[in-house]
């Protein structure tokens, strides 16, 4: 921590963003309790007399937390922690004062995106030139004249503002529209373009580049086919099917359609391959942190490219100047400028998963290259290490943001990674040669057979939301265990590992020399526990919003629980038991439905996908017909 002030500083400004978004109170008040408390403690145990060794003791080890956190770490800290949520705050006010719903505009912009095609109409993002710190959602009319990244055009239309959240833990469109800097969406009347390619050279040309080579992609191969391989090279998904995507998902192999390290470390393998001869080592090193830089344009800025190239970057740039290479303040440095550029991605699902799955790769890997040491081979034992250990740190955050786990994802991973380099490389030169086509299908039509591993029984388990609390005691336990690990499993210890040990030790001797009485103590509070489970409490009413329809959710003293009719929809392109009532129940902490009651069968009350319902008009009662 000394030697990093870097990650110190970006540790800080996580703490002070995450403070200016769940409490309402600044960060001022909060440092003046935390240092009343800290100099009551100071003076108390300053006028104590010394008592007998005690193994739980304040004193004793808030001296190891003096080791990591002295007076400079928590300066920085507590600077750094200032700045981010004065600025969360600042942001956050800013954004509130730009939501005008219903009001009509006028205004000049950018187009900063490419067309995204949508059922009954387009949608673009522009830049506003009167405001460089936001963007905006166009919605134009598919018979309106097409626009073209770069555009400047002149739009009026009436401006609609982002929904907030309708239910606890469902889809927030402000928080997802915050992460993208975008304050809303114009639905256009007119629209006209005053320029054309008006942005910086290099996004034009990235731009160009992008639509280049997805022509290409879907010249060679059908349509489903193509849509995975944008994905994979270009990190563009939104034309994968939805049912494809969701077998991704629930194989555990989504990451593989997100530009990641995987996917930078083939690049910087085949460069390296082609030019090292012709270059020289130094000018390829240089030449591929140029087309690294290229590719971020090129694949729009993510969040995990971002962090993928400024990792490989930092690298690259320490060995042409001879330097040693620090993977936890490249680590920091790329997460330090997302946040800075704008810390709302804090919320991005993807940043949270690549930066703490990275954190994963380079805690555990090693632990479970060495427990896999029964395992024959080193190129199995790398890639069983490496998918424990991203497994072993991400598994929190699937879990409070999609209530899914997957029991096949170590071989489903271990496929991927045998075929996945190949068709990376085979892709890249199908799109420069134009050959390779054939077997390029072959290799993609076995990813999405590895994808369909999902179908397979007890594929998807679903898993109430945990709360943040014993996620927060999750990640405690699992960074205690890897120092301890490493203690036990080293041929020499420092001073303080060796303490470490001798304390752990007597934990374990004084555990046994009173195993009775904590016996007790521990059956004790399970019956208390259970107890308690089975006495009656408060009814609880839930009034889900489905929309045009009615859903209500009931949990009685006894702690069943009744739905009520469950919403509906007249089209199948919305299912909302899937998106709202499921996510809904699972983020309150229930899994099962002891009782259904359908009111009456209106489709804004219940739809069924299974079952066809047709009423007899000259009867009271309803014909029921499978499909």
């Not at 505009?105 to 949608?123: A, F």
């Not at 018979?143 to 927030?172: F, H, M, T, V, W």
């Not at 008006?198 to 996004?203: A, P």
């Not at 001798?502 to 009485?517: Q, T």
Request: with cysteine; glycine share 6%; hydrophobic share 45%.
């Amino acid at each position: 921590m000394k030697q990093r002030p870097i990650l110190v500083a970006v540790i800080g400004y996580i703490i002070g963003i995450l403070w200016g978004l769940y409490f309402q109170f600044g960060m001022v008040l909060c440092y003046i309790l935390i240092l009343t408390t800290y100099f009551i403690l100071k003076a108390f145990f300053k006028n104590s007399k010394k008592r007998k060794f005690k193994l739980l003791s304040i004193r004793r080890y808030s001296r190891y937390l003096k080791l990591i956190f002295d007076a400079k770490v928590i300066f920085i800290i507590a600077f750094f922690s200032f700045i981010s949520n004065g600025v969360i705050q600042y942001q956050n006010q800013r954004y509130e004062n730009s939501y005008q719903d219903g009001e009509k505009l006028q205004v000049i912009g950018i187009v900063v995106s490419q067309k995204i095609e949508k059922q009954y109409y387009d949608l673009y993002q522009i830049k506003l030139f009167d405001s460089k710190s936001f963007d905006l959602y166009i919605q134009v009319n598919k018979k309106s004249k097409e626009l073209a990244y770069g555009d400047k055009i002149q739009i009026q239309g009436e401006y609609k503002k982002p929904a907030k959240q309708r239910n606890y833990g469902g889809y927030d469109e402000v928080q997802y529209l915050k992460s993208l800097k975008i304050i809303g969406k114009i639905k256009v009347n007119q629209v006209e373009v005053l320029a054309r390619k008006q942005l910086n050279l290099i996004k034009q040309m990235a731009n160009d580049m992008n639509l280049a080579l997805k022509k290409k992609i879907e010249s060679n191969l059908e349509k489903e086919k193509a849509s995975i391989l944008k994905g994979l090279l270009l990190g563009d998904t939104t034309q994968i099917e939805e049912e494809t995507k969701e077998n991704f998902r629930n194989s555990n192999i989504s990451h593989i359609l997100a530009i990641s390290g995987m996917h930078v470390g083939y690049i910087a393998m085949a460069i390296q391959i082609l030019c090292q001869r012709l270059l020289g080592k130094r000018k390829t090193k240089v030449f591929t942190i140029a087309i690294l830089i290229f590719y971020v344009f090129l694949t729009g800025f993510s969040p995990s490219i971002i962090r993928a190239v400024t990792l490989t970057v930092l690298t690259m740039g320490a060995e042409l100047i001879n330097r040693k290479r620090d993977t936890w303040n490249a680590i920091a440095i790329s997460l330090f400028g997302i946040l800075i550029y704008n810390p709302f991605l804090i919320f991005n699902v993807g940043l949270q998963l690549s930066y703490i799955g990275t954190v994963g790769i380079i805690l555990f890997r090693s632990i479970f290259f060495k427990i896999l040491n029964f395992i024959k081979g080193k190129k199995l034992k790398e890639i069983l290490a490496v998918s424990l250990a991203t497994q072993i740190t991400i598994l929190p955050i699937l879990l409070y943001h999609f209530n899914t786990i997957g029991i096949y994802f170590l071989i489903t991973n271990l496929l991927v990674s045998l075929i996945i380099g190949p068709i990376m490389i085979v892709g890249f030169l199908s799109l420069m040669l134009k050959i390779f086509t054939f077997p390029l299908a072959i290799g993609i039509g076995i990813l999405e057979g590895i994808a369909k591993f999902s179908e397979l029984p007890f594929s998807k388990i679903y898993i109430a939301t945990p709360h943040i609390l014993m996620i927060f005691l999750y990640y405690i336990v699992i960074g205690a265990w890897q120092p301890i690990y490493k203690i036990y499993h080293s041929d020499y210890l420092v001073a303080t590992q060796q303490r470490t040990k001798n304390l752990v030790a007597l934990f374990c001797y004084r555990f046994r020399e009173k195993k009775k009485k904590y016996e007790i103590w521990i059956s004790v509070v399970l019956c208390l526990i259970v107890i308690l489970n089975f006495l009656p409490q408060n009814l609880k009413i839930h009034f889900v919003d489905v929309g045009q329809g009615d859903c209500t959710f009931i949990v009685t003293p006894q702690r069943k629980t009744i739905l009520v009719d469950g919403g509906g929809s007249l089209t199948k392109e919305f299912n909302v038991g899937k998106k709202i009532v499921l996510p809904y129940l699972l983020k309150q902490g229930y899994t099962k439905i002891d009782y259904v009651i359908i009111s009456h069968f209106d489709q804004d009350h219940v739809r069924f996908y299974f079952i066809f319902i047709k009423r007899d008009k000259s009867k009271k009662y309803y014909n029921w017909k499978t499909i």
